[in-house]
């Protein structure tokens, strides 16, 4: 019985893809496909080696409060690193109290790099994300580059800024604009891939999307 059971799953596995993943029902990667944003916002300071990958919108009715990065820690001398690997957005419903929506939200991301593993989710003590800055590092010529590194968003409800936990390299370009509605809801990620016997960079640029 224990045998037909896993050829099941891995027949299943094998119809469905290798995408598919088994996590609980309040936290998940769930995207919406019919929602309508506003407006979209950029900053100046992104890389040009990457390719953008697909927008990936929070679910009807929620905003992204929260925040957590790919991050590739810093390597051995002459080895090569990319820093900033992914970025998710965590989306909660406003009409629930923050104790329920730390509990029940579903996570959005775009591309993802390669290398690093997930920090923990940075949360709005209040409100959803407005803005964002970027952390990044210009061509560094025949040295090794990273690209993007790090990343800030401010808080709607009280200025607050919430910093990610990425890498030191390279410097703070400018805010991108405010979202005109309730607050971030959407994101879109540009990716280098894998260089093998060239430099990767992983993350280079990001846009966010603004629903009302």
């Not at 968003?153 to 030191?168: A, R």
Request: with cysteine; hydrophobic share 30%; glycine share 10%.
């Amino acid at each position: 019985m224990y045998r037909f059971l896993s050829m099941t799953v891995i027949s299943l596995l094998v119809i469905l893809g290798p995408h598919v993943s088994i996590q609980s029902s309040s936290r998940h990667l769930e995207r919406s496909i019919n929602r309508t944003y506003i407006s979209v916002l950029k900053v100046s300071n992104g890389m040009r080696w990457g390719t953008w990958g697909l927008e990936e919108i929070c679910q009807t009715g929620t905003y992204a409060a929260g925040f957590s990065l790919k991050v590739e820690r810093n390597l051995l001398p002459l080895q090569d690193d990319t820093a900033l690997n992914g970025i998710r957005l965590h989306c909660t419903d406003p009409s629930k109290n923050s104790a329920y929506s730390r509990e029940h939200y579903s996570t959005v991301q775009s591309e993802v790099g390669s290398w690093g593993t997930w920090t923990n989710i940075k949360w709005c003590s209040s409100g959803f994300l407005k803005t964002f800055q970027l952390r990044v590092e210009s061509s560094q010529g025949g040295g090794d580059d990273t690209a993007a590194n790090n990343i800030r968003f401010t808080c709607s409800e009280n200025g607050e800024v919430l910093e990610g936990s990425g890498m030191l390299w390279g410097d703070w370009g400018d805010w991108s604009n405010t979202c005109p509605g309730k607050g971030i809801c959407g994101i879109q990620t540009s990716i280098e891939e894998p260089q093998h016997s060239g430099d990767d960079t992983a993350l280079n640029d990001v846009m966010m999307y603004c629903c009302k």
